[in-house]
């Protein structure tokens, strides 16, 4: 599905997030990475899901290299490719059907899209993701009424509705209730098993890693520090892989970026 | 984090503050421009209050009383009056039709910035200098249209179509346009990305993602700006009239070329009612949409 040789990432001209990577990821794979903070687990997954090219390497998806897509060949391609994000990155002020709908959007034309948000097209499609996910009732709630756990299963809806070949979870339940975490790591991996889907999912929590995923990455700045199954990796693995670094909770919170004051000739701006 | 030998041990347990000298500059700086300004702008307070200036502040404050609020007067005033709002309105939705795609090229996060062009311009260099020109050339449109007063351009449409309304129409279109878009971009360029690089992953177009995700974010302010401008139009349809673009100004123009003080504080009395009226109607407006926002 994915072959990597010799990615790297590297942030205005200093960053190193992703140094010199090699990684082979087969169809149909469930494969865990873990890593401490800052390890480059996110910038990975971004240019996985074609958001950010790499610096070098190449990166070839289902055997294409993909370095010189643009236009509606990438969007073709990034179709193929879901993504559950650890804010859930959903918009706050549209109705559930229509966060989930939005997995549609690639492969709507631009009027389907629009007038989906008048009268919701597909929206049995959605009624089916979210009964998937365990919350069919809030169809119609406004996303931002609904608590943490709902939003990222809402997150996930979207990502079945999208039907993708890969399914990327970036620390899809750091920001979960732990009570509530284990159910949603089953829950993704019970439906890619049930559709057949290649699953990669960043996580913060290495029991829940090890206890749901055959294969187990761990990255260490930017680089592989070991590649094993589950039952391969040791204490030690995990000591080296966190070495130095406290275990942190709460990681960044999404800033909502304020608005600067606007200029006019009476500023009077209700924010 | 830099430590600096404290100076003063009661803050030691503070963050040092950076002291700069750059608001005592600015400071005085800005006090030797006002006193320039007094001058040059020859600003004589006691001009207000010599025997000449008396006089006529007298003659025009008596010639006010009592308001002329004579039939044959008032029947005049009912077209003016709509034809000032119409004005205003349509002004305002020429305005947003030319303003918002404005504002759009002009929002440097959908152009050639951040995530969703990172890939798209990836080792392109000729697509991203159309995408930076473009973006320039509609800031440059902006701003031309804003800088020049709706004043001045309303005395270039009534040379260019004739006097009545619709020089007026044109006039607050063009110089509002420049003031929505470039607001329109500062919001468009502050919603949260997050939601607009999970659209685009999807497999979404730009269009698309707009639709979705930059509109959703921020319309509360959009919806919220655009009124409020309207607002301004109505105000500013009222001295529109002043170089013949129609509405209550020109009636208010005749009345004081006329020296007919009764007339004109009549119509100041209208004036202020509708741009209340109008005040009223777009701030229920506007709690409608943002309570709506606070479910
Ligand atoms: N957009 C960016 N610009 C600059 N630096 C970044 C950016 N994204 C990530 N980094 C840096 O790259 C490194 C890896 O970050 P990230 O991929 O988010 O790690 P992880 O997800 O494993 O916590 C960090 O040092 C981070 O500061
Ligand atoms: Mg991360």
Not at chain 2, 9 to 16: D, G, K, T, V
Not at chain 2, 145 to 166: H, Q, S
Not at chain 2, 176 to 195: D, F, I, R, T, W
Not at chain 2, 248 to 277: K, P, Y
Request: glycine share 8%.
């Amino acid at each position: 599905m994915y072959q990597l040789n010799q990615v790297s990432k590297v942030f205005g001209g200093r960053t190193i997030a992703v140094d010199d990577l090699d990684l082979k990821v087969r169809r149909g794979e469930k494969l865990a990475l873990i890593g401490p903070s800052g390890a480059g687990k996110t910038t990975l997954f971004r240019m996985l899901n074609l958001t950010i090219p790499p610096t070098s390497g190449t990166l070839l998806f289902d055997a294409l290299n993909v370095s010189s897509l643009h236009g509606r060949r990438l969007r073709e391609v990034r179709r193929r490719i879901g993504t559950v994000y650890q804010q859930h990155n959903l918009v706050p002020r549209l109705q559930v059907v229509h966060n989930v709908l939005s997995g549609r959007l690639g492969a709507w034309s631009i009027w389907r899209s629009v007038r989906s948000l008048i009268r919701p097209q597909e929206a049995d499609l959605a009624y089916e993701a979210l009964s998937q996910v365990g919350i069919p009732e809030k169809l119609y709630d406004r996303t931002e009424t609904l608590s943490g756990g709902q939003q990222q299963r809402v997150a996930i809806a979207r990502a079945l509705v999208q039907n993708p070949e890969v399914i990327l979870a970036d620390e899809p339940v750091s920001s979960v209730d732990p009570a509530l975490a284990a159910g949603i790591v089953k829950l993704l991996i019970e439906l890619s098993e049930t559709y057949r889907k290649t699953l990669i999912m960043n996580l913060h929590s290495v029991d829940l890693a090890l206890a749901h995923f055959p294969r187990i990455i761990g990255l260490r700045d930017g680089k592989i520090s070991f590649d094993l199954p589950a039952a391969e990796v040791t204490d030690e693995h995990l000591a080296v892989l966190y070495a130095g670094s406290q275990t942190e909770i709460g990681e960044e919170v999404p800033s909502l970026a304020e608005l600067r004051p606007v200029r006019s000739c009476q500023p009077r701006l209700t924010t | 984090m830099p430590s600096y030998a404290p100076s003063a041990p009661a803050s030691l347990a503070l963050p040092r503050r950076h002291s700069s000298y750059f608001p005592v500059v600015f400071s005085v700086l800005f006090l030797l421009t006002f006193a320039g300004s007094y001058r040059l702008a020859q600003v004589q307070p006691l001009l207000l209050f010599d025997a000449e200036g008396r006089r006529n502040i007298w003659k025009f404050v008596a010639g006010m009383f009592p308001p002329d609020l004579s039939w044959s007067f008032l029947s005049l005033l009912g077209r003016p009056i709509l034809e000032t709002i119409q004005i205003s309105i349509m002004g305002t939705v020429v305005a947003v039709a030319i303003g918002f795609p404005l504002g759009l090229l002009a929002t440097s996060s959908l152009t050639f910035k951040g995530i969703l062009n990172e890939r798209e311009l990836a080792n392109s260099r000729p697509r991203v200098l159309l995408r930076k020109t473009s973006y320039l050339l509609a800031r440059a449109a902006l701003s031309l249209f804003r800088t020049i007063p709706e004043f001045i351009w309303a005395f270039m449409f009534v040379r260019a179509v004739g006097l009545g309304p619709f020089p007026g129409v044109l006039a607050i279109g063009i110089a509002y346009a420049g003031m929505l878009g470039k607001v329109y971009s500062e919001m468009l360029e502050h919603v949260n990305p997050g939601p607009l690089e999970a659209l685009q992953a999807t497999g979404a177009s730009k269009l698309a993602i707009i639709v979705y995700g930059l509109m959703p974010q921020a319309l509360p302010n959009v919806v919220s700006y655009t009124l409020y401008r309207w607002e301004c139009a109505v105000r500013a349809s009222a001295i529109l009239g002043f170089v013949g673009a129609g509405g209550i100004g020109q009636q208010l123009e005749i009345s004081m070329r006329m020296f007919d003080f009764s007339q004109v504080i009549t119509l100041v009395a209208i004036l202020f009612v509708m741009v209340a009226g109008v005040d009223a109607l777009s701030a229920r407006a506007r709690r409608a949409i943002l309570g709506r926002q606070r479910v």
